[in-house]
């Protein structure tokens, strides 16, 4: 099974910040990562596909990227809306793991 | 609009059964592979199974292996998540998922199901 490791835990910011979320896979994933971001009582909601593909309707201040198992999430000038947690999926092989998620908070 | 609307938590006693299910709208159903993620209450997402789109093929990680039956009825639109032997670290909320075309990832979900394994 690959193990997916979010760091921090938490981060706590303030609107207008850009903030970055680290997410290690425990061997390669190739490209096949997806981020998520999930508000409370909310069901998660896709972001970033194949590590650094918006999905429908993400704004652009969300960005993805990898360096070889290590991948990041980008968030420029951070809105209201966008403090929540959030997490990394690999599906390069089954079984598919999350991450332990990323909580933004002010 | 896609819809996920799952049906068929509550309270179960340990070792015992329920069957979960989600109604799909708006999208073709019987083009799509589908999933169950749960997520326990404060914690993390978990992938708990997966099945292709014509239901011939379904997926399971060992925590559920064995226990769990993933199903689904294409002419009904609907998805459905047999549990059973369950265990109180069963307790979380069932998330019904759509998978993206051709890749495991997902791009769709529901509002979620509670499941709650407590005597």
């Known amino acids: 099974e690959i193990v997916m490791t979010q760091s921090p835990a938490t981060l706590s910011v303030s609107p207008g910040e850009g903030v970055t979320l680290s997410c290690r896979a425990s061997q390669s994933v190739s490209s096949n990562l997806a981020w998520y971001q999930q508000k409370p009582g909310q069901a998660p909601r896709l972001l970033i596909y194949g590590t650094s593909t918006r999905a429908t309707g993400i704004p652009a201040r969300f960005s993805g990227s990898a360096s070889g198992t290590d991948f990041t999430l980008t968030i420029n000038s951070l809105q209201s809306e966008d403090f929540a947690v959030y997490y990394c999926?690999?599906?390069?092989?089954?079984?598919?793991?999350f991450g332990g998620g990323t909580k933004v908070e002010i | 609009e896609v819809q996920l609307v799952e049906s068929g938590g509550g309270l179960v006693q340990p070792g015992g059964s329920l069957r979960l299910s989600c109604a799909a709208s708006g999208f073709t159903f019987s083009n799509y592979a589908m999933s169950w993620v749960r997520q326990a209450p404060g914690k993390g997402l978990e992938w708990v199974s997966g099945i292709s789109a014509s239901g011939d093929t379904t997926y399971y990680p060992d925590s559920v292996k064995g226990r769990f039956t993933i199903s689904r009825d294409n002419s009904k639109e609907t998805l459905y998540l047999q549990m059973s032997s369950l265990r109180a670290e069963d307790t979380a909320l069932y998330y019904c998922a759509k998978v993206a075309p051709g890749k495991w990832f997902f791009d769709y979900w529901g509002q979620g199901t509670p499941v709650t394994v407590s005597s």
């Open positions: 999926q690999q599906y390069n092989v089954r079984p598919l793991t």
